[in-house]
């Protein structure tokens, strides 16, 4: 009898009853707008932005309506706009690009390597082509930062972090969003704290979170503010900067601030998933899983592995095998972009040169979500799964 799966891969854990019971008290005094208090009250956004702050060491924080809006804002604080250029990851989910095109800018996108990780060489080469990078610490892998800050700063490149897949993580020590000038969040039911949708951006610069609070929408209102710069960096700032709102809503940081105080337990358990899954598929002949430094604090809340070479039919059939065994993996070597898996070449509005090395890259990463709703017994069988039909299909090839 084969054995199948049945657990669900897009299935996350239910809100805590702490963030169900004070989403029902804003819910019931009807105060949701983040501006919108009573008395001395202070907004469950505002204590929201104190607690992120707090928790990843940053002065300045700022909750926003979508991790997409946080990397919009950073780039516009950080004065890119129209006809500028930024450089990003070419392995990176598309709210990146978007978000770039949205201040009417130009991705050049930085290759990827066999670890995962943006490629410091060819960064290397392209570095002088932009101020900006936007960095996605994509799926979660964290390259080398001293060595990407090192290169940047020599450049004179400001660097934007894309967190979304990071929060909870570090390198060395550091908190991922912390490197660079801005660190990008999404609060989006995928990621590490689920709001529906949500994002949170930091900041050490006070200038830049200054603008930032403007850009969101603080209607003069800023010194409602907790973790924001003093009031006289907003004296030229707030006739400056346009009001392109963007705010979190009360309700939503209301969900968020118990998931908050349980990040590093969850992380923990993520992190117990993977490991289970790594050693279900070790020396499995013919699949790569990029190897963790010891420098990186990962939070692994999904899973990927390379079949890197592998002829695309076979990529398919091991894909439609898992599949029928209930082990839904994402590929981002398919011809069409579909669910969560398009890549550089997707995104035509903003066009590049082909990046061969990073296509034969792109062309063997196999994706997997690890929801906390999994049990690490639920991992074992996936790796058992995934490492018989792997192994099915190169023996094939191999014969
Ligand atoms: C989810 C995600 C974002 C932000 O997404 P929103 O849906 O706008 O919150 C940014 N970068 C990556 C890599 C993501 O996966």
């Known amino acids: 009898m084969t054995e199948k799966f049945t657990g669900s891969f897009t299935q996350q854990e239910p809100i805590p009853q702490a963030g169900i019971d004070a989403a029902l008290a804003v819910m019931n005094h009807g105060r949701l707008h983040?501006?919108?208090?009573?008395g001395d009250e202070i907004a469950e956004t505002a204590l929201l932005e104190e607690e992120f702050a707090a928790a990843t060491g940053s002065k300045y924080c700022l909750a926003v309506a979508s991790g997409g809006y946080a990397m919009t804002t950073a780039l516009r604080a950080c004065g890119v706009g129209h006809g500028d250029t930024v450089l990003t990851n070419a392995f990176t989910l598309a709210p990146v690009p978007g978000a770039i095109a949205a201040v009417g800018a130009t991705p050049i996108y930085v290759g990827v390597t066999e670890d995962l990780v943006i490629d410091l060489d060819d960064l290397a080469d392209k570095?002088?082509?932009?101020?900006?990078?936007?960095?996605?610490?994509?799926?979660?892998?964290?390259?080398?930062?001293?060595?990407?800050?090192?290169?940047?700063?020599?450049?004179?490149?400001?660097?934007?972090e894309d967190c979304a897949h990071t929060m909870g993580a570090t390198w060395n020590g550091t908190p991922s969003g912390r490197w660079g000038k801005f660190g990008c969040y999404s609060t989006q039911t995928?990621?590490?704290?689920?709001?529906?949708?949500?994002?949170?951006?930091?900041?050490?610069?006070?200038?830049?979170?200054a603008r930032a609070i403007m850009l969101s929408g603080s209607y003069m209102l800023f010194e409602r503010h907790r973790a924001a710069p003093p009031v006289e960096t907003f004296k030229q700032i707030k006739y400056e900067t346009p009001n392109i709102s963007g705010r979190m809503d009360n309700l939503r940081a209301a969900i968020l601030r118990p998931q908050l105080a349980d990040l590093q337990t969850q992380c923990d358990r993520w992190n117990a998933l993977y490991r289970e899954v790594e050693t279900g598929l070790t020396e499995t002949p013919g699949l790569h899983v990029p190897p963790r430094p010891e420098k990186e604090g990962y939070v692994a809340?999904?899973?990927?592995?390379?079949l890197l070479d592998w002829p695309s039919e076979a990529v398919q059939d091991v894909i439609a095998r898992c599949l029928a065994r209930g082990v839904e993996l994402k590929w981002f070597g398919g011809a069409e972009p579909t669910g969560f898996t398009s890549r550089y070449d997707s995104w035509r509005y903003?066009?590049?040169?082909?990046?061969?090395?990073?296509d034969r890259i792109l062309a063997g990463i196999i994706d997997m979500r690890l929801p906390l709703t999994f049990t690490t017994e639920d991992c074992t069988l996936i790796a058992r799964i995934i490492r018989a039909e792997v192994s099915a299909v190169y023996q094939a090839q191999v014969a």
């Open 34 to 38: 983040r501006y919108n208090t009573q």
């Open 350 to 358: 903003a066009p590049s040169e082909r990046m061969p090395d990073s």
């Open 190 to 209: 995928y990621k590490h704290m689920n709001s529906g949708e949500g994002g949170l951006l930091i900041s050490d610069d006070a200038e830049g979170m």
């Open 127 to 160: 570095i002088t082509q932009s101020k900006v990078l936007l960095l996605s610490h994509m799926r979660g892998h964290i390259c080398d930062m001293e060595a990407l800050m090192a290169l940047c700063d020599n450049a004179g490149v400001t660097v934007i």
């Open 301 to 306: 809340s999904s899973f990927q592995f390379l």
